[in-house]
């Protein structure tokens, strides 16, 4: 690692650390965070003229200690607006996302960023070199407020003995990268994390002819939340130990039958996502998830005494606060000797229903909640005169996001939370319904997992969704989320993260 000094204008900053494995582009955005100068803007010289994105270090001769000169004019300082603020929520429905547009996309608007963000936030991702899949990643998780509230707490408390410094270090660059998304109106370089990511994880690190490969989104989602699981499980303490399998673990319990030996048996097991795998039959994400709980293994036979085929039938018998769908589109094709991508278009829903697919045992308990749901929902739908007579307790039943605890389909008593993870003061506790609503989508677009381009679309507390591509926040509207269901070779769903919906009993 070398250390130079930047002189800009009459500033010089030294210490400024040079990875030589890592591109240029990546020292760029280091000055921009020190400047405010943008990597487009700076001009860096250095031997052979100006130093490029895509420059060889070893090539350069940049030597320890150096000094560079830079040249580049930083963003203009946003200013608080002559007139009153203009809020977007404020403005009438069909003005918002005109307004919205605008505003990111002229430098010369009289509104200031801060009062055309959505609630929320609304920074991008810079991309280091190829590191899409793992700004996406980071963008869907950061819409989950309780897992930035675990996160939090985390950092104020320090490393847990059981956790390892890797994951521990992960771990806390993922809750700093979380606070500057939420503190910052410009785009953030994800370099801390990014370099702990690829400490953590080797692969994530790979080079061809010198820079860094593209990855798998679902990979890099997988594998963070496995290390934020060891993190962010509660010592000494018996009572949702596992903050991560409280949001997103979802308990599986399959029946494994030999047809030809009759034997049988069952497994249980926990999960972070269901598949929803991809034929020529799947047309829909409910016809792919009854094909991702069936399944064929072969395996040895003790009645047999020999390998035989046993037929795998899983369900649901625990649900979390956030239901992950990775969409099975990647295989391995001996061929060409790559990954390969299912184009087939598979049509998902902004309202996922996840009752079929659960135990008896669960489903008998989603039974009470189900009915509540169903008679909020009626009276949202028009029913006035039961709304105002509704002052008993026994009809007052108050809809909710899941930002409560998880009851996981099991029958521990927890409490409700608020989006900070203050208990509720209802005295109430919120039951999950088997109902998810869609709160993001993490998209591919290209022909294989090593190459294309992932981007997020987020959906804002205030109902409105942000696509996230890489630096660039757009905003979009409900009806085109669901058309990102593939068929073609634009962006198609990768990943779905559904959020529950829960009521108060």
Known sequence: MLKVSVKWQKEVFSNVEIDPSQPPYVFKCQLYDLTGVPPERQKIMVKGGLLKDDSDWSTLGVKQGQRLMMMGTADEIVKAPEKGPVFVEDLP??????????ALASPFNTLSHDCLCFQGHSAGLFNLGNTCYMNST???????????????????????NDVDHSSHMLTVATCELFNDLDKS??????????????????????????SFMQQDA??????????????LRLPNTSENPDTVKGLFGIDIISRVHCQESGEESSETESIYSLKCHISQEVNHLHEGLKHGLKSELEKASPALGR?????????????????TVQFVRFFWKRESNQKAKILRKVDYPLELDVYDFCSDDLRKKLEAPRKKLRD???????????????????????MTEAEGSSSNGTEESSVATSQDGVASDTGKEPQLTGVYDLVAVLTHKGRSADSGHYVAWVKQESGKWIEYDD?????????????????????????????ARVVEM
């Open 185 to 210: 109106v410009k785009p953030v370089a994800p370099m801390q994390f990014w370099m702990l990511l690829r400490k953590k994880y080797p692969q994530f690190g790979q080079l061809h002819n010198g």
């Open 471 to 499: 630096d660039n926040p757009i905003p979009q509207r409900e009806e085109d989320i669901t058309k990102l269901s593939g068929g073609g070779d634009w962006h198609m769903a990768y990943i779905c993260m559904y959020k």
């Open 138 to 160: 980071m963008q869907c998780l950061h819409s989950v407020p309780e897992l930035k509230s675990a996160l939090s707490k985390y950092s104020q408390s320090g490393r847990s």
């Open 307 to 323: 390998s035989a085929i046993y037929l795998k039938e899983s369900c649901i018998n625990g649900l979390p606060r956030y239901l």
């Open 376 to 398: 909020e929902e009626g009276k949202k739908l028009g029913l006035k005169s039961s709304e105002k007579s509704s002052d008993s307790k026994d009809t007052d039943v108050k």
């Open 218 to 231: 679902e990979e890099c989602w997988t594998q963070l939340l496995y290390t934020l699981s060891q993190s």
């Open 93 to 102: 429905e069909d003005e918002q996302v005109v307004a919205l547009c605008f």
